[in-house]
């Protein structure tokens, strides 16, 4: 924790500073919009039934997930948590082609200094309440997840994806970065260490196709179903016995979800890497590519920029030499 409360949030200054900044002072439309996010909350609970709640996350225009986004869903997780009838919680996005995006670079400084009320990391909080809540939570992603808004949906019950219109992606070590979000730890347990290997260093995009064959997620489903499908589903477990339902998934976690030791040592790993040599010089190349690609592209497409990204860096430097 001193890490995270002390150095590591002026390295992070520093370096956004000199990258994402420059991005978002020629994108004004996208920093009101962030702005106006900001004073309301990003998540909201929509009761479908008394066993059935729909989570919905909207932060246009690209669905950065921003330090309100966790303290609001962790509240939602624990509140629900205490509801003796809820049984499944669906979780999704009203803003169209993102699920969960990255995290908001921007806010970097305040993610690493944001708790719990417990004094935990809000991150490994939230994850550690949804891992113990006693109801299913089902994903049902419609768009692109990457970066930790992947994270975020690893620690789902269950995710369902539409197969045409969903993407996959862990950006981090492309653009210099320790993916600490749970990610090393939940893809090695259910992709393998080889696919892990690949989806985590290439840093590059994957269909919901491929995430399905992968085993990254539970299934892939037409887009015109997808939702069919999905409440479906819902409906079914609401009918079952709640006692049936939490103790399976909690035996089922016990042998297959990463602990929070795990997740404390991943997040550690994390805010040590904000200060690692190679951030900087790759914020400021994707700030330039934000100023002239624009951030809907870039975003759009991230696999594909962090690997240009990276190969331009490679040659700038290799010509400096």
């Not at 970097?108 to 809540?133: E, G, R, T, Y």
């Not at 930790?148 to 045409?164: I, M």
């Amino acid at each position: 924790m001193n890490i995270i409360k002390s150095a590591t949030v002026a390295l992070a200054t520093a370096v956004l500073a000199t990258g994402v900044a420059q991005a978002q002072d020629t994108n004004s439309a996208h920093a009101a919009a962030a702005t106006q996010a900001r004073q309301k909350s990003t998540i909201s609970v929509e009761t479908i039934s008394p066993e059935i709640r729909r989570i919905r996350f909207s932060n246009p225009p690209l669905n950065f997930i921003v330090p309100e986004t966790l303290s609001s869903l962790n509240e939602a997780v624990k509140s629900l948590s205490q509801d003796d009838k809820v049984k499944v919680v669906i979780v999704t996005s009203d803003v169209p082609g993102f699920f969960f995006n990255h995290f908001d670079m921007g806010e970097f400084p305040n993610f690493l200094s944001q708790v719990a009320s417990n004094a935990k990391p809000m991150w490994v909080d939230l994850v550690s309440n949804l891992a113990n809540a006693p109801f299913i939570t089902i994903a049902s992603i419609h768009g692109r997840t990457q970066g930790g808004g992947d994270e975020l949906a690893l620690a789902f019950d269950l995710r369902y994806a539409s197969k045409e219109r969903a993407m996959f992606g862990q950006p981090e070590v492309g653009i210099g970065l320790f993916p600490g979000g749970g990610s090393t730890d939940h893809l090695v347990r259910l992709v393998g260490r080889d696919r892990a290997m690949e989806i985590l260093l290439s840093s590059d995009d994957y269909t919901a196709e491929a995430a399905e064959k992968y085993g990254w997620i539970t299934r892939a489903v037409p887009e015109q179903y997808l939702d069919g499908f999905v409440n479906k589903m819902a409906n079914r477990l609401a009918t079952f016995d709640k006692t049936a339902l939490a103790t399976t998934k909690k035996q089922i976690n016990a042998l297959s979800f990463p602990d929070e030791a795990a997740r404390l040592n991943s997040y550690g790993q994390f805010a040590k890497s904000v200060s690692w040599p190679g951030l900087q010089p790759r914020m400021q190349l994707f700030g330039r590519m934000y100023q002239e690609v624009g951030p809907a592209k870039v975003e759009g497409n991230l696999g594909r920029y962090v690997g240009e990204g990276n190969k331009q860096l490679h040659d700038e430097q290799s010509s400096s030499k």
